[in-house]
């Protein structure tokens, strides 16, 4: 849940947040996300197709799993607050002395102040604009970046109506918006019968891969081209996310569960792997060890 950095400056241990979904109020420190519509419901919108408009609900199709501590003092357990120290004097800047500066060449700086940054940004709005349609294929996959689900409110006809369409000729719809003052690009697409809405990225923050230094060394002989071919077929299979998960987390999460209760579980060291002596050997060893699998199966 994106917090307002205008009311409440981000160096505040403690403070209220209204939820810009459903005005909620709650307290962003303790509850990191809106209780009420469980920061998951982002805005209430309009699709807007030339003089057609659609009534959704965004709502955010990812959720945050980051493990989250709180900055305690080591004697008293008390959550610490952050300040804006000057380094050359170590004296508190009080809040109202602070300014928001541009560095344009080392130690020279462009100041902003609020009301020329609030004059710069976006007008807002409700609506999502679709500009105009293009096949998926148009889009390159580093392109997209977070997704949201789009369900009706209220004019559930046409809000199906535009899934279905979508569906039926493949299409994906390049939309433009504003939500909490920033501007964002998108593509809507169907999914299931219901609407998708991923944001783009801008083009000046994708890299070219042909802006990157080429790959040292010789290129593959035929051996190595058909081992690493057979390894692919070997490999085949379908895609389930149940069996990809944050193993991190997890055994932070386990870890700290057992302290809790008393226990002093014992850290695992992962081992590092060996580094390879060549690639045909490296392939060779993974075909065997895949057929012996399938044949255990």
């Known amino acids: 849940m994106s917090r307002n950095k205008r009311n409440r400056p981000w160096w505040l241990e403690e403070g209220t947040e209204i939820c810009p979904a459903c005005s909620h109020t709650y307290v962003f420190q ?3 996300r809106c209780a009420a519509c469980d920061g998951v419901l982002c805005a209430t919108c309009d699709l807007k197709l030339d003089s057609t408009k659609v009534p959704v609900k965004l709502y955010s199709a990812v959720q945050d799993k980051t ?11 008390t959550r610490v607050k952050q300040h804006m120290i000057n380094p050359d004097t170590g004296e508190e800047i009080p809040n109202e002395e602070i300014q928001k500066g541009f560095e344009v060449e080392p130690g020279t700086f462009v100041i902003l102040d609020d009301k020329e940054l609030e004059a710069l940004e976006p007008k807002g709005s409700r609506e999502i604009e679709i500009a105009h349609f293009v096949a998926p294929d148009e889009i390159a996959p580093e392109f997209y970046d977070r997704p949201y689900y789009l369900g009706p409110d209220g004019d559930q006809a046409t809000y199906f109506a535009l899934a279905e369409a979508l569906q039926n000729k493949e299409k994906e719809g390049i939309a433009r918006w504003v939500m909490r003052k920033q501007p964002y690009v998108g593509a809507l697409r169907a999914e299931d019968d219901h609407l998708v809405l991923f944001t783009l990225r801008n083009a000046e923050e ?8 080429r790959p040292a060394g010789r290129a593959p ?15 085949k299979g379908e895609f389930d996310p149940k069996e990809y998960k944050d193993e991190y987390r997890a055994r932070v999460m386990e870890f700290v569960e057992k302290k809790a209760k008393g226990h002093a579980p014992k850290l695992r060291l992962v081992k590092p792997k060996r580094k390879a002596a060549s690639l045909d050997k490296v392939l060779a060893k993974s075909i065997q060890s895949l057929r012996r699998e399938k044949r255990a199966a």
Not at 222 to 229: Q, V
């Open 30 to 32: 303790t509850e990191y």
């Open 67 to 77: 493990v989250r501590f709180h900055i305690l003092e080591e004697r008293s357990k």
């Open 206 to 213: 994708v890299l070219s891969a042909k802006d990157l230094p």
């Open 221 to 235: 002989d035929r051996k190595e081209l058909s081992m690493a071919k057979q390894l692919v077929d070997l490999l």
